[in-house]
């Protein structure tokens, strides 16, 4: 294969694992497979296909949604942290120094049956796959690991977007909502983020609906609504002024939702 066809892989398999990461989000919060061992299976394909350690990713996932990105919230970005920062270490660090985010996962994964189990077999799996793939091909190991790292950074730009200069103690502030048609066609309505961190079990569909319902009742905040995509340049650009290596004020406190938000397990 030429040099131009394996690019085009990777700019292929950037693309599905972004997309991937849409449908294994809506996964963790409603199921789209009933089945116990059917869901458990779909749980796995979806953690690995995003580079994920599934059952690690989804209580690192509700542990967010408890704290709505503020004290608490282990993937929050530190006070007077620059956004490339951010980006680089929350990419790297389930790789490469996961100690003390792995200690916290496991603390939580014992509160339930099987999910420490689950958590090792998930890790074992994904870096199992790795290894025996820069075993048979090495550079093909580091252009999909390269390619794994990128999509993981790209979800965490859509994290700090989603949540720039929100407040975690105000119910109305909790998300910034982006009524971007293209992406929400084809994110699952992912721009609504407001609507979901307060109503996290609601189905995607009817997040555009709720998000109305919501507004009529005060509970999103006009100045945290935009037009443009997470990934949209212009909203890129923003981000990185906003959050420059430079000193900052800190993020507020959180307070929990009144739902406690569903899972997949």
């Known amino acids: 294969m030429s040099e131009v066809g394996r690019a085009a892989l990777l700019v292929l398999g950037f693309v599905l694992l972004f997309w991937n990461y849409a449908v294994l989000h809506n996964h963790m919060h409603v199921p789209i497979a009933r089945p116990r061992a059917l869901r458990w299976l779909v749980s796995r394909t979806l953690g690995l296909a995003c580079g994920f350690a599934y059952r690690g990713f989804h209580i690192h996932h509700f542990n967010h949604h408890r704290y ?10 530190r006070p007077g942290e620059g956004a490339l920062t951010y980006l ?21 994964a014992s509160q339930k ?15 199992g796959s790795l290894v025996v793939l820069a075993l048979w091909r090495p550079w093909l ?16 730009l859509l994290n700090l977007a989603a949540h720039h200069e929100t407040d975690a103690t105000q119910k109305d502030g909790l998300g910034v909502t982006s009524t971007s ?5 084809l994110c699952f309505n992912a721009g609504y983020h407001q609507a979901h961190h307060l109503r996290p079990q609601a189905p995607w569909r009817e997040l555009p609906a709720l998000t109305a319902r919501l507004a009529g009742e005060g509970l999103v905040r006009p100045t945290l609504q935009t037009p ?19 000193p900052c004020n800190p993020q ?3 307070t929990t939702t009144s739902e406690t938000p569903s899972a997949a397990t």
Request: glycine share 8%; net charge positive.
């Open 181 to 185: 048609r293209l992406y929400n066609l």
């Open 228 to 246: 443009l995509a997470p990934i949209h340049p212009a909203w890129v650009v923003r981000l990185f002024r906003s959050y420059a290596p430079a």
């Open 141 to 156: 190991a580091l252009s999909y690991f390269g390619m794994v790292l990128l999509g993981q950074l790209t979800i965490h």
């Open 68 to 77: 709505n990105d503020g004290e608490g919230d282990w993937g929050r970005r």
């Open 88 to 108: 680089v270490r929350s990419t790297l660090t389930p790789w490469f120094w996961p100690y003390a985010l792995l200690g916290q996962i496991w603390k939580v």
């Open 113 to 127: 049956r099987g999910q420490r189990a689950e958590l090792v077999l998930d890790f074992v799996l994904l870096q």
């Open 252 to 254: 507020k406190d959180s």
